[in-house]
């Protein structure tokens, strides 16, 4: 198990340190937002005056977003003044539209920027964020192996999508966010469906979620639809066999420790109260923002799941994001077939409350500050949708095995062709950024140790029987012995 775990921990490094060398300072989504909050918090400016912070002229470049409307390299962006000489540290008002986020995040990544105010530690910060993230991601890899359940090995590499990765190795808490998630699932559906080491998920369970309801602003709502939708596929019996012990009992008075705590952020720092931005406000009808929300804005959502990066200007080719669909398709539509009404109103349930939830933000928000979703921000409720098909019995032992190493080795390249097509598009800029070598030597050495740990998985989950009350090959069962199940 800790060999395991070390492979996945150092796979899901290395693969977040590629893209944390490989991208130039806010070629990922508002970096230039997150980097000036992360100082702001770990030099004492914890709730901020306005939406800035002071910090040292050498903490980011010049004409950051130069990049963004055309496909040019960040070479556009002026060098900033060196840390430790009199331009450099001359101090600067540095805007930050994160200004009033929880403080959580930038306070566990944000030590290096303390240390070094410039490139340098906005590469440590990075860094020391793909570290965090993956942690989280390798405990959910070994909650899976626990359980001997080869699919969800599977699932946890499929929904630790491009995006993810280039999340996980930026400074923006979206990429934690979801790895945070990703754990919270795994381990409160290992709880619900009655298998392997309780106190062990417990403990990864209240880690996950009380991250996940903190990290963010939306993470109470994402924390709720994960919650619902392992209620609606628990087993018969298993809530009131979990709340009966001790341990969960601590586990879920962390957990509301947890959101009391982000509850009084939200009431003191005045998160929520975003003023209006003329300049970026739409103004149409109900039925045209509906219209652009299914037309324009859906497939902006899906494709950004998988691979949308930089501000949306660089998208992967077709092939790769239905490549990674079809391997979704394979996993969820044979799950589908094999599962009872419990786990198809789950999945139902979780895609329609994560679409959901973009869709409202989009109707809030447009008139005031225009179109704002992204689908990362989904990500933490909808990777659900392919982790609970890792808990439907009925995978034939051979399928899954195949299946997985399909997945292992489709991924893996994947993972490698989006790194090296967002890094390449850098080539030839000029601010100092780690050539793009090194970021392809880190991810395809994090590819191949996750390749290896997902290859030579040697166990399986039991196979589908009529005493699975989940299925429709549920012959024969009675209440009696639903109640003997549940017992042990």
Not at 340 to 354: C, D, E, K, W
Request: charged share 15%.
């Amino acid at each position: 198990m800790r060999r395991v775990w070390l492979l996945a921990f150092i796979g899901y490094l290395l693969l977040g340190a590629g893209w944390a060398l490989g991208v130039p300072v806010n070629g990922t989504y508002d970096e230039v937002q997150h980097i000036p909050r992360a100082y702001g918090v770990v030099t004492g400016q914890v709730y901020a005056q306005g939406y800035y912070f002071d910090g040292p002229a050498s903490l980011l470049p010049g004409d950051l977003t130069c990049f963004e409307k055309e496909k040019l390299a960040a070479g556009c962006q002026t060098p900033a003044p060196a840390a430790g000489t009199p331009e450099g540290d001359r101090t600067v008002r540095w805007p930050s539209a994160a200004a009033r986020y929880s403080p959580l995040y930038y306070g566990l990544v944000g030590a290096p920027l303390a240390i070094s105010p410039d490139l340098s530690g906005i590469i440590g910060a990075r860094v020391l964020s793909a570290l965090l993230s993956a942690l989280l991601l390798a405990a959910a890899v070994a909650v899976a192996y626990g359980l001997r359940n080869r699919m969800l090995v599977g699932a946890v590499l499929l929904v630790s999508t491009p995006m993810a990765m280039n999340l996980n190795g930026s400074v923006n808490p979206n990429g934690m966010e979801i790895s945070a998630a990703i754990l919270a699932w795994v381990a409160l559906l290992a709880l619900v469906r009655n298998e392997g080491n309780e106190r062990r998920h417990l403990v990864a369970f209240a880690v996950g979620g009380a991250l996940l309801l903190t990290l963010r602003h939306m993470g109470p709502v994402l924390l709720a639809i994960v919650v619902l939708a392992a209620l609606v596929f628990a087993r018969r019996g298993r809530i009131r066999a979990l709340l009966r012990r001790a341990d969960t009992r601590w586990a879920l008075g962390a957990i509301v420790a947890a959101g009391l705590l982000g509850l009084g952020w939200i009431l003191t720092s005045a998160v929520n109260d975003i003023p209006e931005i003329p300049g970026r406000a739409v103004h149409i009808s109900f039925a045209k923002t509906v219209e652009e929300i299914v037309r324009i804005r859906t497939p902006f959502y899906l494709n950004q799941v998988v691979g949308q990066f930089s501000y949306g200007e660089l998208t992967m080719p077709g092939w790769v994001i239905l490549g990674w669909y079809a391997l979704v398709a394979g996993f969820a539509v044979p799950a589908w077939l094999f599962a009872g009404r419990s786990y198809r109103i789950a999945v139902l349930g979780t895609a329609l409350a994560s679409y959901g939830t973009l869709v409202a933000l989009e109707l809030w928000f447009v008139p005031k500050l225009g179109w704002y979703s992204h689908g990362r921000y989904a990500m933490p409720a909808g990777v659900g949708i392919v982790l609970l098909a890792a808990f439907v019995r009925g995978f034939d032992d051979d399928f899954a095995r195949k299946f997985v190493r399909l997945v292992v080795v489709v991924t893996g390249g994947l993972h490698v062709y989006a790194l090296a097509e967002v890094t390449l598009r850098y080539r030839d800029q000029v601010t100092s950024m780690p050539a793009p070598a090194y970021a392809l030597s880190a991810g395809l050495a994090g590819v191949a140790l996750l390749g290896v740990m997902g290859w030579n998985f040697r166990s399986t989950q039991p196979p589908l029987t009529r005493h699975d009350p989940d299925t429709p090959n549920n012959v024969g069962r009675s209440s009696e012995d639903e109640a003997g199940a549940v017992a042990h």
